[in-house]
T-cell receptor, first 112, second 113 residues
């Protein structure tokens, strides 16, 4: 049992649209990170939030944005979807000084 | 860019020990070695981490060479459920904050019945 829940599990969007993906992490997990995993590749870091503020960002354009809420849930928003945004999006959370992250099962986004 | 090198794939017979190697020759003094695995259609799962001493937990053992330039993850009695992609990652300790995991392409381990 992962303790990190992501929704929806699958999603199909049209190029140019906007999408919001959601993540609910365990109580006490005040750090949340989002990753993008293209088919056949390892996950790539998008950004991290700590106590509701962005705390680091990978090599992704500004149309990828996020939010973290006081109840430890978070969102990943992607504007102006492109075909290459098709991927598995993973949320990972942990307490601040934990050595291991707990990942959700991801949201499979397909852009057509 | 990933700072580790792993074999692309490996096979292991069920019930035998699976030994997964990882090279991290550019690891710096305060960087840890982390191992995660990803079973098909699931998110990565944390397995173990270490700095310079060998470590063991209920899932696996981690052997780090004295010069810290390589390590081996050992699954002592592999089962079919251990079939997964295994990622070796080097990174700072969590109290640095802002700690991202830099995944490579990992080793695809297949357990053979």
């Amino acid at each position: 049992e992962t303790g990190v829940t992501q929704s929806p599990t699958h999603l199909i969007k049209t190029r140019g649209q906007q999408v919001t993906l959601r993540c609910s992490s365990q109580s006490g997990h005040n750090t949340v990170s989002w990753y993008q995993q293209a088919l056949g590749q390892g996950p790539q870091f998008i950004f991290q939030y700590y106590r509701e503020e962005e705390n680091g960002r990978g090599n992704f354009p500004p149309r990828f944005s996020g939010l973290q809420f006081p109840n430890y849930s978070s969102e990943l928003n992607v504007n102006a979807l492109e075909l290459d945004d098709s991927a598995l999006y993973l949320c990972a959370s942990s307490p601040r000084e934990a050595y291991g992250y707990t990942f959700g099962s991801g949201t499979r986004l397909t852009v057509v | 860019d990933a700072k580790t090198t792993q074999p692309t794939s490996m096979d292991c017979a069920e019930g035998r020990a699976a030994n997964l190697p990882c090279n991290h020759s550019t690891i710096s003094g305060n960087e840890y070695v982390y191992w995660y695995r990803q079973i098909h259609s699931q998110g990565p799962q944390y397995i173990i981490h270490g700095l310079k001493n060998n470590e063991t937990n209920e899932m696996a053992s981690l052997i780090i060479t004295e010069d810290r330039k390589s390590s081996t993850l050992i699954l002592p009695h592999a089962t079919l459920r251990d079939t997964a992609v295994y990622y070796c990652i080097v990174g700072r300790p969590p109290n640095f904050g802002n700690e991202k995991l830099t995944f490579g392409t990992g080793t695809r381990l297949t357990i053979i019945p």
